[in-house]
């Protein structure tokens, strides 16, 4: 097989591949433009007859989603500053030293990483009720996201740091400079892209926070939007064009803003790779 036949198949895979991923995206869009009976239509309707603009409308005034959408962006905006100011300098103890202990460290970071939130939300509920921080559930709700949300930081901008020569650091302390002014005037001013790209997809996780807002969220005037859809799912009915554009309005930023930045979110994740 040639070499542009190898790249037309490829591309033909690559196409039909994102047709399937980015297929229930499409569906939620059509679908908060239907009419409650069009919805149910057999054979489905892949595009609305009459589009429904007032379902936009109405979410918006029936289910307050400007208070729902600033909780979300406290959560997000909490969970990565803690993350960030946490994460940086554990990532770089990882990416310049080398012991037994390190490696230990490394590993252990590794397997917190793949633990699920629904099964840390149990301990982390009853550690948080032991010591009174149920009391304030969205700073609890930041502070457990945080603990889930580290590993992914931590391994991130590990390869950021990694990039840094070692040169330049050490060049710094012959000037007279400590190892944490080294850290703050040299490392990570070159490290930054990694960081903020670091920090992006932090944020775009915790504005998108689900399981430990519902376990610890009681109040719904602190819940965050993923829980403000469930809103519209009622014992007998269930308002699904609602529901879709409830969602609609709450991820097309995040889709916007992860489009915008797709270049540099992808060299902030290839960044170390050749190290």
């Given amino acids: 097989m040639s ?19 980015l297929f229930p995206l499409y569906w939620m869009y059509v679908t908060s433009l239907k009419t409650q009976s069009s919805i149910f239509a057999v054979p489905p309707e892949f595009l609305p007859g009459a589009p429904q603009w007032d379902n936009y409308a109405t979410i918006w ?49 590794l397997m917190l990483q793949v633990l699920p939130p629904s099964l840390m939300v149990t301990p982390i509920f009853v550690g948080f009720a032991s010591v ?29 740091f990694m990039t840094v020569p070692r040169e330049l650091e050490e060049a710094a302390l012959v000037d007279g400079n400590s190892r944490i002014g080294a850290f703050f005037m040299i490392v990570l001013p070159l490290a930054r892209n990694g960081l903020l790209i670091s920090a992006l997809l932090v944020f775009m996780n915790g504005f998108g926070e689900y ?35 409830f969602a609609a309005t709450y991820v097309t ?23």
Avoid: H
């Fill in 3 to 21: 070499g542009a036949v190898t790249n037309r198949v490829l591309l033909a895979v690559a196409l039909a591949l994102a047709a399937v991923y």
């Fill in 253 to 275: 930023p995040i889709l916007a803003a992860f489009v915008l930045l797709q270049r540099q979110i992808v060299n902030g994740l290839t960044a170390g790779a050749l190290k």
């Fill in 132 to 160: 009174g921080l149920l009391e304030y559930p969205r700073f609890a709700t930041i502070l457990a996201f945080s603990a889930k949300t580290m590993p992914f930081f931590v391994i991130l901008c590990r390869a950021a």
């Fill in 61 to 109: 005034e029936v289910a307050n989603i400007p208070r729902y959408i600033g909780n979300s962006l406290v959560i997000a905006s909490g969970v990565t500053l803690i993350t960030a100011l946490v994460g940086s300098g554990c990532a770089y103890v990882l990416a310049r030293y080398r012991n037994g202990w390190i490696d230990a460290a490394l590993f252990a970071v």
């Fill in 211 to 245: 399981v430990y807002s519902a376990s610890i969220i009681a109040d719904n005037r602190l819940q965050p939007a993923s829980i403000g859809m469930t809103n519209f799912l009622q014992p007998n009915v269930v308002n699904w064009n609602a529901i879709m554009a």
